[in-house]
Each structure stands twice: as C-alpha cells, then as structure tokens.
T-cell receptor, first 112, second 115 residues
Framework: GENVEQHPSTLSVQEGDSAVIKCTYSDSASNYFPWYKQELGKGPQLIID?????GEKKDQRIAVTLNKTAKHFSLHITETQPEDSAVYFCAASKRSQGNLIFGKGTKLSVKP | GAGVSQSPSNKVTEKGKDVELRCDPI?????LYWYRQSLGQGLEFLIYFQGNSAPDKSGLPSDRFSAERTGGSVSTLTIQRTQQEDSAVYLCASSLTGSSNQPQHFGDGTRLSIL
C-alpha cells in the first residue's frame, strides 16, 4: 500500500525566513496531495492541495511543488510569521481509494 | 454550523467499557471518513462512507471497532470493550464526493482517554 514519508520532523526558523517541508510517496497511482496545518487541540485544516496534472500551485505565501517522476512534493512557506507555528501534515490519495495516507508531521516553530 | 462537528470533545472511560463517538458532517457532503491520531503521530485511516455504498472498513484495527452512518448524514463510531491502547484523538472528516481529489474537511476530534 501507499507510504508517505515526511521530513523534517521539526523545523525552527526566524520570522521572515522561508520554511520548506518535503514528502515522498511510494504509490505512483496517487494523484492528490493535500497539506494540512494542525494547531494544538484543533483538527487539521487544509491549507493547500495539488493534483497530479499540475507541477506547482501558489496561494499568497504558501506554495506546493510536485515531482511525479521522483514521487515527491514539497510545501514552501515564505515570509514566515509566528502564527505559522503549528504541525504540518502532508498526505496522498489515489483514484481507487478515497482515504488519505498521511505523513507523520512536521512541527514548525517560527521565532519572533 | 458550517463545519464538521464532533461530540463529545473529550471522553474519559474505564477499560472494558463501550464508547460511542459522533460526527456531524458538512451539510451536503456525501463522503465521511474516520481517522485516529495517537499522541504525536500522524493520522491513521479507520473507515470511509460514500453515499449508499458499502463502507470501506479496511482501516479498522480490530472487530471491537464499528461505525454506522444513518440517513447518509450523521455517523457514530463505536469501540467495544475499550483497551488502553485505544486512547487517542478520533477525527472525522467529510468531503463533497468520494472522489480521491476532493478536499477533506476535519472536525476538531474527540480526545478519548482509557483509564
């Protein structure tokens, strides 16, 4: 079955710097890759997603890139702010199944 | 409300007791998912409902776990004879359809503690 690996597990940056989180997946049939932000005591919140027919997608300070050949995708956050501090999860799913397979998460700390 | 609603938000119970967790999906969403999140871990898929189709139960960890979805809306996850390893946050999500590239929207979960 699908396996999603996520790195790093923790990431600390200074306010204003960029943050990059990387994920790899194993099943070449996967075609949908969302990213979630989870704050303490809350459920995961979808922040951006990308489908396999697209290589890059941007939404203000957040961007995601997808390399289907290498089977990896990355989240880029520019001009980080303290309120970006949270745990970020990547996930993957494929056409034949509805559920998401998640990475183990990255705890991002943005220091003012 | 506009989002996915789960109740209770917290549940503490003794080992061996049965528990029921409830999920109210976003109105109009035909697909509903249950996931489990253990402390400091990622999310583990449990079960998936899509419309009137038979649910995908492939993620349920044992036969003590079951779920229903009545009337295509509200879902209940039941854990019988709870064990300490069942302690986790149980998260529910819904999406407009069951298509793999439809965004899933999560509730805030039920934090289950087994004493």
């Amino acid at each position: 079955g699908e396996n999603v690996e996520q790195h790093p597990s923790t990431l600390s940056v200074q306010e204003g710097d960029s943050a990059v989180i990387k994920c790899t997946y194993s099943d070449s049939a996967s075609n949908y890759f969302p990213w979630y932000k989870q704050e303490l005591g809350k459920g995961p919140q979808l922040i951006i997603d990308i489908r396999s027919n697209v290589g890059e997608k941007k939404d203000q300070r957040i961007a995601v890139t997808l390399n289907k050949t290498a089977k990896h995708f990355s989240l880029h956050i520019t001009e980080t702010q303290p309120e970006d501090s949270a745990v970020y999860f990547c996930a993957a799913s494929k056409r034949s199944q509805g559920n998401l397979i998640f990475g183990k998460g990255t705890k991002l700390s943005v220091k003012p | 409300g506009a989002g996915v609603s789960q109740s209770p938000s917290n549940k503490v119970t003794e080992k061996g007791k049965d528990v029921e967790l409830r999920c109210d999906p976003i109105s109009g969403h035909t697909a509903l998912y249950w996931y489990r999140q253990s402390l400091g871990q990622g999310l583990e898929f449990l079960i998936y409902f899509q419309g009137n189709s038979a649910p995908d139960k492939s993620g349920l960890p044992s036969d003590r776990f079951s779920a229903e979805r009545t009337g295509g809306s509200v879902s209940t996850l039941t854990i019988q004879r709870t064990q300490q390893e069942d302690s986790a946050v149980y998260l529910c999500a819904s999406s407009l359809t069951g298509s793999s590239n439809q965004p899933q929207h999560f509730g805030d979960g039920t934090r289950l503690s087994i004493l």
